[in-house]
């Protein structure tokens, strides 16, 4: 249940990002620390990533830190409100967290690229852009500094130095200089590329971007049941979701929303291959080959023993007859026998009392 509502709750159903989410699993308590508050699956030390869609298509990506040791469903809540253009709030009395998106907005958590970056610390009138797929397979920073100043297109040798962030190392070197047309895509790094549109920059103008392989590292998602495919806490209760059951446009197939975007259906069948059960882990494959297995022996072995249970009552059987049984033909042979001699006993006592009353009657 839980690998597969942490990678269904990473994509989006048909109908794209959301404008209102509700938890499906409750907790004990809102207010103590996540680990106390009785969720069903354990969570761990991290950041969650949501992105939000503006009423023009434009997505931003933003991160909150997470610790189930000390923050509490209602920390959750905060932190998420204090996002531009989101709310959050939690039920205590049902123990569940709902996220609202402002009119016109939508959310997800996909950790899509962000297409405009913050630009707190960009003074030029270039307008840069991200688009693509991330296809790395860990989350990564990036920072992008100009270096010169002028016109994009047109000035010679302006440079846009993209750098990863945590390891200070420069991915790339695009020009944007003379001869770049605007709008034209430079290539970043893994899936990602970078615009800039008609207009100015100036030396050391800055942004940056997180590229998001996991959105959510620390299980927050599934342990609380937003976007999940299931309901319920175990196998006891284990349910798909009424909601996708109601409306299968729900079933979180894409990153995107488009019709031709499978690429989160393809993760979900990608969990067939995973070492999710039992430590060590195996697949469900192996699970069910290893369950199959036992069971079958287990069944030869119940057959083999009523076989063997079978052979041991029938020889039973014939050692108690052949102690306690009775040959009728002997039996038959033994009361002719018997009879005979009776009937020859018969003959003599009658031939006695022949004699005797002969004898009597010449005494008289």
Do not use: C, W
Request: proline content about 3%; overall charge negative.
């Amino acid at each position: 249940m839980r690998v597969v509502d942490q990678a269904h709750a990473t994509g989006v159903g048909l109908d794209g990002p959301f404008r209102v989410l509700r938890s499906s699993r409750k907790a004990t308590s809102t207010s103590v620390a996540i680990n106390n508050a009785g969720l069903p699956f354990p969570v761990s030390k991290g950041k969650l990533y949501i992105s939000v869609t503006d009423p023009a298509g434009e997505k931003r990506t933003s991160s909150i830190d997470f610790d189930p040791a000390v923050d509490s469903m209602q920390d959750l809540a905060t932190r998420i409100s204090s996002l531009d253009n989101l709310q959050s709030s939690v039920d205590s009395q049902n123990g569940q967290l709902s996220i609202f998106a402002k009119p016109g907005y939508r959310f997800d958590f996909t950790g899509n690229t962000e297409t405009i970056p913050g630009l707190a610390q960009f003074t030029g009138t270039a307008v840069p852009r991200f688009s693509g797929n991330f296809e790395g397979n860990v989350n990564r920073n990036i920072a992008v500094k100009i270096v010169g100043s002028g016109t994009i297109g047109l000035t010679p040798g302006l440079t846009a130095q993209v750098t990863d962030v945590d390891s200070g190392a420069v991915i790339a070197e695009l020009d944007i200089g003379e001869g770049y047309e605007g709008g034209t895509s430079l290539a970043v790094t893994e899936g990602v590329s970078l615009t800039f549109s008609n207009g100015t920059v100036n030396n050391d103008d800055q942004f940056a971007t997180s590229l998001v392989a996991d959105s959510d590292s620390t299980g927050i998602l599934a342990a609380l049941g937003l976007n999940s495919f299931f309901t319920g806490r175990d196998a006891r209760d284990m349910q798909v979701s009424s909601r996708i059951m109601e409306n299968p446009r729900d079933l979180a197939s894409s990153r995107s929303g488009d019709l031709a975007d499978t690429s989160n259906l393809a993760k979900l069948l990608d969990i067939r291959e995973q070492p999710a059960i039992g430590n060590p882990g195996m697949t469900f494959q192996d699970f069910l080959g290893d369950v199959s297995s036992e069971i079958g022996f287990q069944v030869h072995s119940q057959q083999q023993l009523e076989n063997n249970i079978s052979v041991i009552y029938t020889q039973v059987e014939t050692e108690i007859a052949s102690v306690s049984g009775v040959d009728l033909n002997e039996e038959m042979l033994g009361i002719a026998q018997f009879q005979k001699q009776y009937e020859a006993a018969v003959q003599v006592l009658r031939t006695m009392d022949a004699m005797l009353t002969e004898l009597m009657s010449l005494v008289r």
